[in-house]
């Protein structure tokens, strides 16, 4: 087995939202998570703690649980970690806010039986079989929303979370029932990869190659060889910005099963 994990923050000035873990649990198999903290508008998001304390409290206690609790799937393990999560700051901090810190999330698990995953929000799980095919998994709600709905903090806020609009890890443990999920069999994947929506640039955003390509490039060149391959891109000046910020933290789980 390989695993090899790199995160890297959109600027030196402010701290990584995201948070990624691989785990390899004694009773055997594998834990993959990967979070990508939502970065909210300027203006009080209701929260002493911030996202970075967010992301590493849920990360934390997502990758605990998957390890050690083999009986309870995904979307629970979820539901439990974020009610986990919003008790430890519930006391100084109002938790219906709607910019409330909040985070995508990708998580799998495997033993020698399955694999099985979780995808919420906008943050990439790719699957590649034993033919070498890639499957994406995909959450595109947030990918439906409109970009000038996007363009106004308040427009999304209405659609954060709520029915017609797209679902991220807050507060709410129900949220975890949005997630997609799904199992494949063990023998059925011989690698794959978590991609926060800064690394996945490679693909989604600047177009240099398929998701098979960007798994190869991760196969090569290991999660820190895409990370620099999209800084590369961003900081091309012959090359239109990103849409949102040039530069976004970005974070990259690789795996050979």
Known sequence: MRIDLASA???????NEDWVSASIPAAGGGVLVALDGVTPPRGDDGCVHGVPWFSTRLGGRLTELSGSR??????????????????????TCDL???????ATVVLVRWDEACVEHLVL??????LRGPGGEVTAVLDDRLDRVPREVLGSAAATDALRNAEGGFFTAAADPAVAARAVTGRTPRGEVRALAALTDGASRWTDTFGEGDWAACLDVLRKEGAQGLIGRVRALESDPLRRPARGKRHD?????????
């Open 249 to 257: 933290d970005a974070s990259a789980v690789y795996a050979e099963l």
């Open 70 to 91: 083999r009986d309870m799937p995904l979307e629970r393990i979820l539901a439990e970690a974020i009610a986990d999560t919003a008790d430890a700051h519930r006391g």
């Open 9 to 15: 923050p959109g600027s030196p000035e402010r701290p």
């Open 121 to 126: 929000s906008d943050s990439v799980l790719l």
């Open 96 to 102: 219906s806010h709607v910019r409330t810190p909040q």
